[in-house]
């Protein structure tokens, strides 16, 4: 400030208006004759300015700008791709199912027809051939060549004598019971039979003695994969060894043989199992006596060892063409 306002009604400013002597001197126009600018049309902002009206203040000198970094280039907004409907929100989106693509059907239907008459001609052809085979084995076709057939034989009990064990059992207990299997499929035949004999222990009134025997026959098939019964005969009686066990081989019958014996020992009696198998040509035969007596009744097991090898002979005897 380097100037003073003035006295009130002294004096007026410089080049104040005369026409009203009560104004005050900042209520006075400038002197517009002199060709200086209205203040009121002044720009505001432009402080300093030689239109100012407030003459005599310093310049003012606006602060220095900070540096206003260059603003980077408008980013567009990502748009996502449009999301096909994938049902409610929480599960996986399954993929849409495959498609097969459409094609003439009638290729099909013609392969499936020769496919069928093929099918149906294969299966004529098996039939034909399982029917001529039953037919075959069904009427005794089944034997494999050899020296035995069982054609003959009508009752499996002619072959043995059931009674020869009556010396262990006096009476008998029921008739014999005998089976005749005739040649299927596999099998080349089989014949059993049964017997049973029975009496009161001389010893013990609380026990009865009992003796039985069975005669198993079995031929060999004339398929390529026949085996001889006797063969699994062998591996399960011998197979097993222990107290009361024993075996060894039968020489003089048929081409392979062998003996089993087994001795079951209970608190008053005894239980002896004596097993003959032999096997020649094509068919294999096995006969097996169970004696059970009481410990004071006592028997000859070489005995029984001499009957079933009798039976053995006998039954290949009858078997044989």
Known sequence: MTEKNPPNGDSTAEGASQADPTAHWWEQ?????????????????????????????????????????????????????????????????????????????????????????????????????????????????????????????????????????????????????????????????????????????????????????????SFLGDGSFSKHDYDSWKQYDTGTTGTGRSSGDVTGLGEQGYWHSEVRDYSSSAVTDYTVAVQDSNVSVKVEISIDRADGDSFSKEEVATVAKEQVRKALAGLKK
């Open 29 to 217: 126009p400038t002197a517009a004759a002199a060709g200086a600018p209205d203040p009121a049309r002044s720009d505001p902002t432009m402080i300093g300015s030689p239109t100012t009206p407030f003459a005599g203040y310093d310049q003012y000198t606006p602060p220095p700008q900070p540096y206003a970094a260059p603003q980077p280039p408008p980013q567009q907004p990502y748009n996502p791709p449009p999301q096909q409907y994938s049902g409610p929100q929480g599960f996986p989106q399954q993929p849409p199912p495959y498609q097969r693509p459409k094609s003439s059907k009638t290729p099909w239907f013609i392969a499936g027809g020769v496919a069928l008459v093929l099918v149906l001609g294969l299966f004529a052809g098996c039939a034909a051939l399982v029917s001529t085979a039953t037919d075959s084995l069904d009427n005794g076709g089944g034997n494999a060549e050899g020296k035995y057939a069982m054609d003959t034989i009508t009752n499996a009990c002619s072959l043995i004598d059931t009674s020869s064990i009556s010396k262990w059992a006096k009476n008998q207990e029921g008739a014999p019971e005998h089976t005749e299997t005739q040649p299927k499929s596999y099998t080349g035949g089989e014949l059993e039979c049964s017997a049973k004999y029975k009496e009161s222990s001389p010893s013990s009134k609380y026990h009865n003695n009992t003796a039985s025997i069975k005669l198993e026959v």
